[in-house]
């Protein structure tokens, strides 16, 4: 089933006191760069460091009780998974955690230390897919998906929730890659344009809107965005995408490395490159915003001290 | 006069539109690592990048307005530098700032993009309340004083006002050099415990509590918080001070790094050295803080790239 805007609303009323209200950050040269008034959404400044809790605390909250007290498994690059265990570990529950093991050391850290099992697979050769479906068999868990689940997008939907009780938006910046949080945003913001931002050669979105059918990213493609590397978009969040997404547009790997320095130096925020990948299309001038009210949505900011200091050093 | 409450409900009013509220941000690493509920003000997301807009709007929008159209100067070591910037041009009126040739280049930068003269001096060998004085009898300007004014005291305060319509802390750390800020919070928070931080070799407030007499601070002592060397203490500070403050505590220029680097791996916030010192007396220990709510007043974030390297390579 496609959630809803009131999908959304419910959400937000289950997920409050596990994710946080996030605040919308404004900068004086950020608008006399851009000529339009930016709001920057701050989810690094979620609990758990990206807007993921939102969607795993209202997937998790959603599970009848005998379910719930079985535990829960995921798969994930590292956000999720830190969102997955710090919510099961609000609920009292055992999570189980499927991570590459080249994701982002601050991310095996952040999960494993919410008491979560955290399990390592090759993410060129093996499918993450696969596993957490055979380890949800074996123990009776319940498969929080990272994006394709009606509840999980409702959840990261609260986002723009939050932006619609401050603001109104002509337009919005979102990273996607599965499009959960981007499919929410939409459903929460059903008047604001959506444009999504993906990763250099990484553009299955932009390929998938254009053909009007789902599409796939080549195997072992690489970006800094190791946040945006899914290798296709969900059903549900695509379903949304082609009423919704006016286009998506990609970033390189400098350009999100500029918009990481741009939040250090005038943000005062700490971003990952993937949640820097929607400010980084605004900074290049991807869509013309002039004299719009903007919403860039900054998802996350866990990222490694020294992945963080290369991208200052190279401005 | 020594500044109230009520002047400090009058400076809330006065400035906004000018100053934004800033979120108090939480962290589960932080509440257990301390075993208390940890509040931190994040200053840093303050226009300007510190709380120092607070004062400087305040003071400027209490001139009258021939006083104010003669334009205003400013002496400072930078936050006060660019939030007086900030504020002029907000005003339309000229600002004329004097600071030290040795201020983080950020520092300077910010300052001067807001329109502002700069008008750079030698830290060690010349007084740059001298130069102040003598800049404002010349052009007619009216000085704005970075801390020992009562309506900077009272703008600095609304930081602690915002606090108290959130929660109603037990105690709040706020890192004190003139001590403008501190006296504020403490006339904001008129039931808190008031820990004032200050570098260590730099412990004029401490020598000054004992003492019941203003101290001052040998020349020339060296630290990475670069915003608390104020030789001494104003005399509307300290008098608050000496009615108020518990006690204040030293954190050395080590600690200040281990609370920057915890913040940018926790709480997702650049601070720099001096806007980290008084979440470094939390993280050191210098309070028995065991279930008692806790507020980190983290001052700024306006420090250089290298500088930030450097503090979480230290890690």
Same mark, same amino acid.
């Given at each position: 089933?496609?959630? +809803? ?38 989810? &690094? ?65 952040? +999960? ?24 949800? $068999?074996?123990?009776? $868990? ?25 603001? +109104? ?55 800094? &965005? ?20 006016? &286009? ?62 290369? $991208?200052?050093?190279?401005?």
């Amino acid at each position: 089933m496609i959630p +809803t805007l009131e999908d959304v609303r419910a959400a937000a009323a289950r997920i409050q006191g596990i994710a946080v209200r996030t605040p919308l950050l404004r900068n004086d040269t950020l608008d006399a760069r851009t000529g339009a008034r930016v709001f920057v959404k701050a989810e &690094c400044l979620q609990r758990g460091g990206a807007f993921k809790m939102r969607g795993a605390a209202n997937a998790i909250a959603a599970l009848a009780l005998e379910v719930r007290a079985k535990g829960v498994i995921a798969f994930s690059s590292g956000n999720h998974a830190i969102a997955v265990s710090t919510a099961a570990s609000h609920f009292g529950i055992q999570a189980t955690i499927v991570m590459p093991s080249d994701a982002p050391r601050i991310k095996l850290e952040m +999960t494993r230390v919410n008491g979560a099992e955290v399990v390592t697979y090759d993410r060129v050769n093996e499918s993450r897919e696969a596993i957490g479906a055979r380890l949800s $068999a074996e123990r009776g $868990a319940a498969l929080i998906k990272p994006f394709d689940d009606a509840f999980v997008i409702a959840g990261q939907g609260t986002t723009g929730l939050e932006v619609s009780e401050e603001i +109104t938006p002509d337009i919005v910046f979102v990273p996607a890659s599965g499009g959960g949080l981007a499919a929410g945003v939409a459903l929460a913001l059903p008047q604001a344009r959506i444009v999504v931002v993906e990763p250099d050669g990484h553009d299955d979105i932009a390929r998938s809107l254009a053909a009007g059918v789902l599409q796939r990213n080549a195997q072992g493609i690489r970006s800094i &965005c190791d946040g945006l590397l899914t290798e296709q978009m969900g059903d549900l969040p695509f379903a949304i995408a082609q009423r919704r997404f006016e &286009c998506a547009v990609a970033v390189s790997d400098d350009a999100a490395r500029r918009a990481m320095a741009f939040a250090f130096r005038h943000l005062k925020i700490v971003l990952e490159p993937s949640g820097a990948a929607s400010l980084a299309a605004l900074l290049e001038g991807a869509i013309d915003v002039q004299g719009l009210t903007v919403v860039i949505i900054a998802s996350g900011g866990n990222v490694d001290a020294e992945t963080f200091a290369l $991208a200052l050093a190279a401005q």
